[in-house]
Nanobody, 124 residues
Framework: VQLQAFGGGLVQAGGSLRLSCAAS????????MGWFRQAPGKEREFVAAIGRLGSTTYYADSVKGRFTISRDNAKNAMYLQMNSLKPEDTAVYYC??????????????????WGQGTLVTVSS
């Protein structure tokens, strides 16, 4: 599956952004999906994951209650609604796909397909 993330931009602290991930190739609904992010000088970290049907989700503690992951299998798309953004949310955000089930706090090695990333900058 090929993935493309978009929707990043510059936003003030406390603001909101919605990231999208468009998928093409094999049937989107067979994949579990995830969002990761990489801040400057830091390793890529798990943000959220969603199961194939969208009924199962997991979040990193740092975004729980502020971010919402969702998907629309009819549109081959996944989303990340980010509210109450903080400067520490500044990072390149990547979407990823995995042809298996998800669990909490997954590593990037567990996802086989990746999009190119979209930059989110939160100003204070």
């Amino acid at each position: 599956v090929q993935l493309q993330a978009f929707g990043g931009g510059l936003v003030q602290a406390g603001g909101s952004l919605r990231l999208s991930c468009a998928a093409s190739g094999r049937a989107f609904s067979i994949y579990s999906m995830g969002w990761f992010r990489q801040a400057p000088g830091k390793e890529r970290e798990f943000v959220a994951a969603i199961g194939r049907l969208g009924s199962t989700t997991y979040y990193a503690d740092s975004v729980k209650g502020r971010f919402t992951i969702s998907r629309d299998n009819a549109k081959n798309a996944m989303y990340l609604q980010m509210n109450s953004l903080k400067p520490e949310d500044t990072a390149v955000y990547y979407c990823a796909a995995r042809a298996s089930v998800i669990r909490a706090m997954m590593s990037e090695a567990e996802f086989g397909s990746w999009g190119q990333g979209t930059l989110v900058t939160v100003s204070s």
